[in-house]
């Protein structure tokens, strides 16, 4: 079973709009990391936002909110008033187990903002 | 200024050339990673180091491989035993150990001919 799973290839939405990028996660490890990058055209990956396991709270960077439902599973990414250079890939990645260890990615979304 | 670099941007390579992709990092991170991305798809991990001269392999290591002498630098071989070496190669490193936040390079792009 996939551990990270994107079911959006590609989302439209327009500017200055809200848009939720899905992402579903497995684990069985009760400690553990998700994360959410963006990577526009030029390829470097941005990281946005970061959940832990044990946050009791939402998390929330400027125009990112992460929507944590933990009985669910999942850790939707929230864009609020989109901006054209919102464009770009977003993964969903998660971390199981503490302290330095490996990212497990998804396949990504592609999210278009139109004018 | 302070951040990951890797060189070079484009790289092109004969097959049956080994080839040394470079990733260095002036952030003062203990840990350092290398990923690969194909098109259409996410990330997956080669190999990953927590400290000077230890690393550990990742999910797909056959026909890499990695050193790290100095905190500063873990650059990646890809070799000819790599049967399908085209593809984005982007290193990160991280500091945080409750979060393991990992901040990644440009990327190099390598194609083999």
């Known amino acids: 079973a996939q551990k990270i799973t994107q079911t959006q290839p590609g989302m439209f939405v327009q500017e200055k709009e809200a848009v939720t990028l899905d992402c579903t996660y497995d684990?069985?490890?009760?400690?553990?990391?998700l994360f959410w990058y963006k990577q526009p055209s030029s390829g470097e990956m941005i990281f946005l936002i970061y959940q832990g396991s044990y946050d009791q709270q939402n998390a929330t960077e400027g125009r990112y909110s992460l929507n944590f439902q933990k009985a669910r599973k999942s850790a939707n990414l929230v864009i609020s008033a989109s901006q054209l250079g919102d464009s770009a890939m977003y993964f969903c990645?998660?971390?199981?187990?503490?302290?330095?260890?490996?990212?497990?990615f998804g396949k990504g979304t592609m999210l278009l903002v139109s004018p | 200024d302070g951040g990951i670099t890797q060189s070079p941007k484009y790289l092109f390579r004969k097959e049956g050339q080994n080839v040394t992709l470079s990733c260095e990092q002036n952030?003062?991170?203990?840990?350092m990673y290398w990923y690969r991305q194909d098109p259409g798809q996410g990330l997956r991990l080669i190999y990953y180091?927590?400290?000077?001269?230890?690393?550990q392999k990742g999910d797909i290591a056959e026909g890499y491989s990695v050193s790290r002498e100095k905190k500063e630098s873990f650059p990646l071989t890809v070799t000819s035993a790599q049967k399908n070496p085209t593809a984005f190669y982007l290193c990160?490193?991280?500091?945080?150990?409750?979060?393991?936040?990992?901040?990644f390079g440009p990327g190099t792009r390598l194609t083999v001919l």
């Open positions: 990160a490193s991280s500091m945080d150990r409750s979060t393991d936040t990992q901040y």
């Open positions: 952030l003062n991170h203990d840990a």
């Open positions: 990645a998660m971390r199981e187990g503490q302290g330095y260890s490996t990212l497990t």
């Open positions: 684990t069985s490890d009760p400690s553990y990391g």
């Open positions: 180091s927590q400290i000077v001269n230890d690393f």
